[in-house]
């Protein structure tokens, strides 16, 4: 069955990033870079990739240099063009985003991802639509989202990426209940908000994408506080696993997961980027052969 398809993208990014303080006193988490990028430009071009059209950012106060680094920058380019760094030029272009693609939302408080989403409601109609945090961070050949996205085309619903984690991290993830263990694409049962390893159902854990239907925007309308006292959208898709509901399904994605959200998954995903950099692998593996050896004699 061909399914309507998805053009619009959330990117919720009103978190206040505590883990990361002091560097977020003043500097949102999503720009905060990864070698030579800030994590926002990972998740815009795996956006692009998959044909997303339309960027909604869910932003709150002290965000504007997100906003500011997706403006086109004039000056800059027009000093590049005259001092002729042609690379630089068009590496500084390729980030530009068209006018009129960039929609910013406020949350006016940190109440949750569910609330996050449910702030861009009125930018969705009756459309599927998909969700990226930039904090998660994937590296794979064909873009996370597009992988999704394939999928979505067959079989439509809510599908969210998953990937199995260690059993005693379930508290740290929303933990699903699926129908069958073989292959790829997974019917959901349930899906739970950061149980205790003793209670979690399953070691699959949601990541930070989805494809969601307008329905869920619907149940956030009415949702309660859940886990953390925070809103969930966890518990805004679990309702769609129900009986005459629109269905959920887990997609185990190809490629590598990093959360740089956290700090060790920050440094652990400057690494692995530092390493397959075209300019500076080699350079970057030798200094690292070199603190290991160090370790070593230690
Ligand atoms: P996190 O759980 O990583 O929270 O949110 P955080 O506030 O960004 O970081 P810490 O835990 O304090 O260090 C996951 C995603 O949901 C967004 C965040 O910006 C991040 O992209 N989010 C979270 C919101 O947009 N609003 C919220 O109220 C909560």
Redesign the pocket.
Known sequence: MSQKEVTKAIF?????????LPATKSIP??IMTLVDRPLVQYAIDEARAAGIKEFIF?T?RGKGALEDYFDHAHQLENQLRERKQTDLLALLQSTNMDSGAIAYVR?HR????G??IWCARRLISDEPFAVI???DVIASDTPCLQQMIEVHANIGGNIVAAMRVPPERTSSYGILDVADEAGRTLRVRSMVEKPLPAAATSNLAVI?RYILTPSVLENLDNATVGTND?IQLTDAINEETGPRKSGVHAFRFQGQHFDC?SKLGFLRATVSFGLSHPQLANEFLEYLKTVIAHVHEV
């Open positions: 919720p990014v009103a978190g206040m990033g505590t883990r990361f988490k999503e869910v709150s949350q940190a109440l949750g991802l609330h996050a945090l930039p904090d930070g925070e959200g």
